[in-house]
C-alpha cells in the first residue's frame, strides 16, 4: 500500500511508480535509466525517499516527463515532510 500524504495528494513516489507500472517496467529497468540504484526507486516509491530538486530536474530529462509536474511534487512532498502547510500551485 503506497503512503499518501495527510491531504491523500499525488506523491512524487506515487507519481514515479505509476509511470513505471504504466510503461511495464520493472524497479530495476528504471533504476537502471535513472542511474540510481533498485533499492532508491523502491524508496522513493514508497516515499521512503524525498528527492532533491537536482535529481528530479535528471528524472525528468531522462523519463522525458514536464518538469513542472515533478517540480510540484517534489516541492510539495518536502513541505510536507517538514511540516510546512503550504500548498504549491
Not at 11 to 25: H, K, P, V
Request: net charge negative.
Amino acid at each position: 500500500m503506497t503512503t499518501k500524504n495527510k491531504n491523500t495528494e499525488l506523491t512524487f513516489g506515487d507519481f514515479i511508480r505509476s509511470y513505471r507500472l504504466g510503461e511495464e517496467m520493472t524497479q530495476a529497468e528504471l533504476a537502471e535509466i535513472l542511474s540510481i540504484s533498485k533499492q532508491r526507486v523502491c524508496d522513493i516509491e514508497k516515499n521512503r525517499y524525498h528527492v532533491s530538486l537536482k535529481l528530479c530536474k535528471e528524472i525528468a530529462k531522462k523519463l522525458d516527463l514536464p518538469l513542472e509536474w515533478l517540480a510540484k511534487l517534489t516541492l510539495q512532498d518536502l513541505l510536507e515532510s517538514e511540516g510546512i502547510d503550504l500548498k504549491v500551485g
